[in-house]
């Protein structure tokens, strides 16, 4: 059986199934994927959050619908740092990353095509939690090693010691459970 931890996100009530991820801490999963009605309400409150950006860049891949929306809500372009390299991406940047969910070394690629869309723009940082800020760094290095300049970074959700951040926008905080 398993257990869930309530929220509201966006004005909407949503259980998230708890994991371990070690033998002392559990975390509560956001998992976006298929949620249509939580990633179109809750895009529209961030964008309420977020100064002025010319482009949208998030990492591969539970962030990748939040992107999406926020491109089709805002018209902006959005952008996705790969977590593989691609046969079509010319010359590309490469920046390792460790996160919570993953729990090994993983790299995120931009393409030369993607690197030029950046390139002089105020760039939009969107990923769905934000916990020990490992991809965040790491989307932070690819975009100013594209040259572009980080509007703000921001999350549906701050989880742990994330929410005590300030240079953040997020709309709920996630607690961890420690055990």
Do not use: C
Request: hydrophobic residues 45%; charged residues 30%; aromatic residues 8%.
């Amino acid at each position: 059986m398993s257990e869930y931890y309530k929220m509201k996100i966006a004005g909407l009530d949503r259980e998230l199934e708890m994991f371990s991820v070690s033998d002392k801490l559990d975390i509560a999963a956001f998992i976006i994927f298929g949620d249509v009605e939580l990633t179109v309400a809750g895009v529209a409150e961030l964008l309420k959050k977020v100064p002025d950006f010319d482009v949208i860049i998030t990492p591969e891949a539970k962030s990748i619908p939040i992107a999406y929306e926020a491109a089709r809500q805002s018209g902006k372009p959005y952008i996705v740092a790969r977590k593989g390299l691609k046969v079509y991406m010319r010359n590309p940047l490469d920046v390792k990353v460790t996160s919570i969910t993953t729990q090994h070394e993983q790299h995120l690629y931009l393409g030369e095509t993607e690197v030029e869309k950046i390139k002089g723009k105020r760039v939009l940082i969107i990923d769905d939690v934000i916990s020990t800020g490992e991809s965040l760094s790491a989307i932070r290095k690819l975009v100013s090693e594209a040259g572009g300049i980080e509007a703000a970074s921001a999350a549906f959700l701050a989880e742990g010691d994330a929410a005590e951040r300030d240079d953040i926008i997020f709309l709920e905080k996630l607690p961890l459970f420690f055990r």
